[in-house]
């Protein structure tokens, strides 16, 4: 049983990383064509990145160890620090 969460923990963290990939190829190839609406793509990225952050991470960290825990929710709010910073810097650097 457990191997088998392992499993699907690894293939989650694979569709990510395939999709955040996939996601940056797509923006390289069409970056002339969706350059108008950069600011929509950021915010829509980074709502279902939070969203999926505090579902994955932070939302049932009661069942995990109080180290890990803790572990994750200091990472999930760097996280979102660093994202609020780069959408500063976005805004403000024109």
């Not at 190829?25 to 952050?53: E, F, K, R, S």
């Not at 996280?79 to 976005?90: E, K, P």
Request: glycine share 10%; net charge positive; with cysteine.
């Amino acid at each position: 049983m457990n191997e088998i969460k392992n499993y699907i923990k690894l293939a989650q963290s694979a569709s990510a990383l395939g999709a955040g990939i996939l996601g940056f190829g797509l923006g390289a190839l069409l970056g002339n064509v969706i350059a108008d609406y950069v600011y929509v793509v950021i915010g829509a990225g980074a709502i279902l990145h939070v969203w999926g952050m505090y579902v994955m991470q932070m939302r049932k960290d009661n069942e995990r160890p109080t180290i890990i825990a803790k572990a994750l929710w200091i990472s999930a709010w760097i996280c979102l620090i660093a994202l609020i910073a780069i959408i500063i810097y976005l805004t403000v650097r024109k």
